[in-house]
């Protein structure tokens, strides 16, 4: 027999000598009838009890046992059941206990799980989601919302941490009318950001105390990308009104005023015709950058013989070098392997750039164009994979540009001195044509300059056989 619990034996001698009282009775009755002496009644007596002890010790041992591992259970520790005499009734019970016990077990480790799912999904949302009570005390938050807010937000007040009217006012709101609401705000601290917020009642009565469920949507590059668009939409209008302007202007004082002039007339329509080749060029690159943009998402497949085409980019530019009396040295080793790329979309990053030195480049200078292969890479996520790639260098000496200049000379319509480079006749948009094709080409820009002696533009691409493998992929 295997009990696990002290039985006191107060308990034992109690229930012994309740039990035995009805024999004592009889013994009793026994003396008095004469029938059996004092000393056999005490020798018949005492082995009653110690009978009766030996009966009953099992079973409220059993009972003792199993009425601490009920208490224990009550109190929510992890016990193991006890092992009690399989020979009563106790046993059983014991056994069913248990068997409720592992039951438990399995449904709190299942709330446990479930809990612990539905806090990674509530993690894992990329939205900020943010619970509060009544009074506007933080609940709950998710990830997203720690990230930006910080990791102690539990008990924090709402203006705490979201310091801004218009959200506030819209949780009073929904608080007060508990109907919810959609609203835009935008956040400086800690970081400047544009959030899209949704506030909501709690749906049902909460036992946490939930009240107000926020969740804001982070719309900063959406803004960014509008902003981006309307700017875009302004100076293009803006680059096609200037010189639609001057030529109606032209045109008016032509049938007007000029009528009869010969000398006006000529000059005028030479003004014209240099206007017009200005909108074509605008128009032409518009149409490129957008065509480009389009296929952004798509790599090139081609093979492209960049020694080749770099050599007769250069012979293009023979006249226009002539007139500025400047020379193009080409520095290119025999052979080079051939480049992964869109054959016209390559041609027109070489032609832009050099084109650019040309136009820069202070007359009388040479322009220098490097071709080559490089194992010193830019710091750019497109060559991480790589450990080599062609590089084309071309160098020019004219005012150079100022290294604060440098960061936005990609963005469309940048230009360093408006007036000037207008006049030379750019549109402010050959550098963005160059920087979105060597995007979609997954090779990479860098510019160099020293103000007063030039500038070193830098294209870097992927060799086709090192990059074939994810070319067919
Ligand atoms: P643009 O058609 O006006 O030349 P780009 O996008 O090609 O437009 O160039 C943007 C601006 O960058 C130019 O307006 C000019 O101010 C500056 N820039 C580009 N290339 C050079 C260069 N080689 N030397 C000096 N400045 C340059």
Redesign the pocket.
């Known amino acids: 027999m295997t009990v696990h619990s002290s039985l006191p034996l107060s308990t034992l001698a109690k229930a012994t000598a309740l039990l035995s009282l009805p024999a004592l009775g009889a013994f009793l009755v026994l003396i008095v009838r004469g029938e059996m002496s004092v000393a056999g009644v005490l020798q018949g007596y005492l082995m009653c009890l110690a009978g009766v002890a030996l009966i009953l010790y099992p079973l409220l041992s059993n009972l003792h046992t199993l009425t601490r591992y009920v208490k224990d259970l009550a109190q929510d520790k992890k016990v193991a059941a006890p092992v009690l005499s399989s020979l009563n009734a106790i046993a059983d019970l014991s056994e069913a206990l248990n068997n409720l016990q592992i039951s438990w077990e399995t449904r709190q480790n299942l709330m446990e799980n479930e809990k612990n799912e539905r806090e990674i999904l509530v993690d894992s949302l990329p939205d900020v989601l943010i619970m509060t009570n009544e009074k506007m005390e933080i609940l709950r938050t998710n990830r997203a919302a720690r990230d930006i807010f910080g990791q102690n937000l539990h008990g924090q007040k709402l203006e705490a941490i979201v310091p801004n009217d218009k959200l506030l006012n819209g949780a009073a709101a929904v608080m007060d009318d508990l109907k919810g609401r959609m609203l835009e705000f935008q956040m400086i601290e800690p970081e400047p950001k544009d959030f899209r917020a949704l506030i909501e009642r709690f749906p049902v009565a909460s036992t946490g105390g939930i009240a107000l469920v926020i969740t804001l949507n982070d719309v900063t590059e959406l803004k960014r990308v509008e902003k981006m668009r309307a700017d875009f939409v302004a100076n293009a209008s803006h680059e096609i009104r200037t010189p639609l302007a001057s030529i109606s202007g032209f045109i008016e004082t032509l049938q007007g005023p000029a009528k009869d002039d010969e000398k006006a007339r000529e000059q005028f329509l030479s003004v014209m015709s240099e206007q017009s080749k200005r909108l074509t060029a605008l128009v032409t690159d518009l149409l490129s950058l957008s065509k480009i943009e389009m296929n952004s998402q798509s790599i090139p497949t081609g093979r492209v013989d960049i020694l080749r085409m770099v050599k007769n980019e250069k012979e293009s530019f023979a006249w226009m070098a002539g007139q500025k009396r400047m020379e193009m040295v080409i520095d290119q080793p025999e052979t080079l392997p051939e480049v992964r790329a869109d054959e016209n979309e390559l041609r027109q990053v070489i032609h832009?750039l050099i084109g650019?030195?040309l136009?820069?480049?202070h007359d009388g200078t040479n322009i220098i164009i490097s071709v080559r292969i490089t194992s010193s890479l830019p710091n750019d996520p497109n060559f991480i994979k790589l450990q080599r790639a062609v590089i084309v260098s071309v160098r020019?000496h004219?005012?150079?540009?100022a290294r604060e200049h440098l960061p936005r000379?990609?963005e469309r319509f940048?230009?360093?001195?408006s007036a000037r480079?207008r006049k030379?006749g750019?549109?402010?948009?050959?550098?963005?044509i160059v920087k979105h094709i060597l995007n979609r080409h997954r090779g990479a820009l860098t510019i160099d300059?020293i103000v007063g002696e030039g500038?070193t533009?830098s294209v870097y691409l992927p060799i086709f056989e090192d990059v074939a493998d994810y070319t067919m992929a």
């Open positions: 832009n650019n030195a136009k820069y480049g020019d004219g005012d150079g540009i000379l990609t940048y230009r360093v001195d480079t030379i750019g549109t402010g948009l050959g550098l963005a300059s500038s533009f």
